[in-house]
């Protein structure tokens, strides 16, 4: 069973970087999409973008500007870098798994909240 | 981007009762539209894709209806275990987009 769990710091400083990790066991991270989705109750479910295990990635173009997906998928691992983060970069911050580049995210980690504040 | 609305935001019903969910797109995107349903601190897990596929292990009171722009989810014969809150989500091009959620509880 494919598992996705994220880690990093839960609170992180008005303009400076969000750094977040997804690690996925149980499944080769070959063939697939990797993503990261957050979720605030004001703007409710953003997709950030997401990674091909080669390194091909894809952004949102509200974000595209402040966002690196990078993948390393000799340690099963994922990464998002945020910089320049405000108050409206707290959110909670799910790491997702797709089949193709538009499919549904079908196993998700369970969440990390991240805290913008100084 | 593609634009989702989804209505109403949130509705009270009785167990038993029939529930309808709205979906629109801003923009024709055909059958690539997804549900998802959301219990409190966890993660959306995927009931129905492409509008009307139900996931494996999905109950049969849930289905799902449309094309194009507008789509629907239908909840029959509602139970308590069905408390939470209700996404569709567009498949049909990056960045893909989410409806604001409608949040579904049991009087």
């Known amino acids: 069973q494919v598992q996705l769990q994220e880690s990093g710091p839960g609170l992180v400083k008005p303009s400076e970087t969000l750094s977040l990790t997804c690690t996925v066991s149980g499944a080769s991270m070959s063939g697939y999409y990797w993503s990261w989705i957050r979720q605030t109750p004001g703007k409710g479910l953003e997709w950030i973008g997401h990674?091909?295990?080669?390194?091909?990635?894809s952004y949102n173009p509200s974000l595209k500007s402040r966002v690196t997906i990078s993948v390393d998928t000799s340690k099963n691992q994922f990464a998002l870098k945020l910089n320049s983060v405000t108050a409206a970069d707290t959110a909670v911050y799910y790491c997702a798994r797709q089949k193709t580049a538009v499919a549904a995210p079908r196993y998700w980690g369970q969440g990390t909240l991240v805290t913008v504040s100084s | 981007d593609i634009q989702m609305t989804q209505s109403p935001s949130s509705l009270s019903a009785f167990v038993g009762d029939r529930v309808t969910i709205t979906c629109r797109a801003s923009q024709n995107i055909g059958d690539y539209l997804n549900w998802y349903q959301q219990k409190p601190g966890r993660a959306p897990t995927v009931l129905i894709n492409?509008?009307?596929k139900l996931e494996r292990g999905v109950p049969s009171r849930f289905s799902g209806s449309g094309s194009g722009t507008d789509f629907t989810l239908n909840i029959t014969n509602l139970q308590p275990s069905d408390f939470g809150s209700y996404y569709c989500?567009?498949?049909?091009?990056?960045?893909?987009?989410f409806g604001g959620g409608t949040k579904v509880e049991i009087k």
């Open positions: 989500q567009q498949s049909y091009s990056t960045p893909l987009t």
């Open positions: 492409a509008a009307s």
């Open positions: 990674i091909f295990y080669s390194g091909t990635t």
